[in-house]
């Protein structure tokens, strides 16, 4: 069964599960829509070359 990961807390056995079993895992769209913003600014960042 695979792990949503983003879509809410990991709980105490999700990790455990997580780190013995090695699950399939996904991102939740709201993840994915996080990372992607998140990569966005980065990409803003290192383009403008200043550094903050």
Do not use: F, N, Q
Not at 7 to 36: C, G, H, N, T, W
């Amino acid at each position: 069964m695979t792990l949503v990961l983003g879509a809410k807390p990991l709980s105490l056995a999700d990790l455990r599960r997580i780190a013995l079993e090695a699950p399939p895992l996904s991102l939740a769209p709201e993840a994915r829509d996080a990372v992607a913003a998140s990569a966005r600014v980065v990409e803003a960042i290192a383009a403008s070359g200043t550094p903050t």
